[in-house]
């Protein structure tokens, strides 16, 4: 075990070195000036608002669709929840564009809610929830599948319909749901192909005017070269570490 031991150790440190010399190379060789503008913390500020946003409907939709996949065996539902983690991202934001769009028979629905998703945090969101969804539904799936089920059985046999028995659940399974929500919150903050085509720019909602801090990473890296973009990753990085310490801290302390 030992030498599994080391060996662990070895490859973990391979996969943080690249992003600690990027940590490094932001705070203390380039240290651009351009990534500590308002305009880049307002971008780090819409990407964990619309993430947490995120992860918020995840937990409030997709729990229950987690809990039937845990006791139940449908092939076809549990396919289907792996279909936005199969396909490159960029054909998420194109699919939200045209259902959105004249082509879509959802366009009229759409137009007489106020909802469109182009350039809003509406579509941004939306984004968001389809590629992290997947996540989220996962790791709460294997949460419930590690509890116990005499509880349930007991429930069960003393009448408790599925509703009852879920939300008795579910107290039980705090824990759980703010972890997988946290896990889903990273997903959806490192994000950057379906938010390109769909979100862009956010012109409507919360922080309008503002592009996410992905989107800003690439403009940097293409318009200014290395610096900027090296050491906005950087700051990029604190946020993530910190989401993670928080996600680790929920795992482990009771």
Same mark, same amino acid.
């Given at each position: 075990?030992?030498?599994? @031991?080391?060996?662990?150790?070895?490859?973990?440190?391979?996969? &943080? !070195?690249? !992003?600690?010399?990027?940590?490094?190379?932001?705070?203390?060789?380039?240290?651009?000036?351009?990534?500590?503008?308002? #305009?880049?913390?307002?971008?780090?500020?819409?990407?964990?608002?619309?993430?947490?946003?995120? #992860?918020?409907?995840?937990? #409030?939709? +997709?729990?229950?669709?987690?809990?039937?996949? /845990?006791?139940? @065996?449908?092939?076809?539902?549990?396919?289907?929840?792996?279909?936005? &983690?199969?396909?490159?991202?960029?054909?998420?934001?194109?699919?939200?564009?045209?259902?959105?769009?004249?082509?879509?028979?959802?366009?009229?629905?759409?137009?007489?809610?106020?909802?469109?998703?182009?350039?809003?945090?509406?579509?941004?969101? /939306? #984004?968001?929830?389809?590629?992290?969804?997947?996540?989220?539904?996962?790791? %709460? =799936?294997?949460? +419930?599948?590690?509890?116990?089920?005499?509880?349930?059985?007991?429930?069960?046999?003393?009448?408790?319909?599925?509703?009852?028995?879920?939300? %008795?659940?579910? =107290?039980?399974?705090?824990?759980? &749901?703010?972890?997988?929500?946290?896990?889903? %919150?990273?997903?959806?903050?490192?994000?950057?192909?379906?938010?390109?085509?769909?979100?862009?720019?956010?012109?409507?909602?919360?922080?309008?005017?503002?592009?996410? &801090?992905?989107?800003?990473?690439?403009?940097?890296?293409?318009?200014?070269?290395?610096? !900027?973009?090296?050491?906005? /990753?950087?700051? %990029?990085?604190?946020?993530?570490? !910190?989401?993670?310490? /928080?996600? =680790?801290?929920?795992?482990?302390?009771?």
């Amino acid at each position: 075990m030992n030498w599994f @031991k080391l060996l662990g150790i070895f490859l973990s440190i391979i996969l &943080a !070195v690249p !992003v600690l010399f990027l940590i490094y190379m932001g705070f203390f060789v380039f240290k651009s000036p351009q990534a500590f503008s308002q #305009a880049f913390y307002s971008g780090v500020e819409l990407s964990v608002l619309s993430s947490a946003s995120a #992860a918020g409907i995840d937990f #409030a939709l +997709f729990t229950p669709l987690a809990y039937y996949l /845990s006791r139940e @065996k449908d092939f076809i539902t549990d396919s289907l929840v792996d279909v936005p &983690a199969s396909i490159p991202h960029p054909i998420v934001g194109v699919a939200l564009v045209f259902l959105d769009s004249p082509y879509s028979p959802f366009y009229k629905i759409f137009q007489d809610l106020g909802i469109n998703f182009f350039d809003t945090y509406y579509g941004l969101i /939306s #984004a968001l929830v389809i590629v992290s969804a997947p996540i989220y539904i996962r790791s %709460m =799936k294997n949460y +419930f599948d590690s509890m116990p089920r005499v509880y349930e059985e007991y429930a069960r046999s003393l009448g408790a319909g599925m509703g009852r028995v879920y939300l %008795m659940i579910m =107290k039980n399974s705090l824990k759980g &749901a703010l972890s997988s929500s946290l896990t889903s %919150m990273s997903r959806a903050m490192s994000e950057f192909g379906s938010i390109a085509i769909v979100a862009y720019y956010v012109l409507y909602g919360p922080l309008a005017g503002t592009s996410p &801090a992905s989107i800003l990473i690439y403009e940097y890296y293409g318009y200014y070269g290395p610096q !900027v973009a090296v050491t906005a /990753s950087a700051i %990029m990085i604190v946020v993530g570490l !910190v989401l993670l310490i /928080s996600l =680790k801290l929920v795992q482990y302390l009771k």
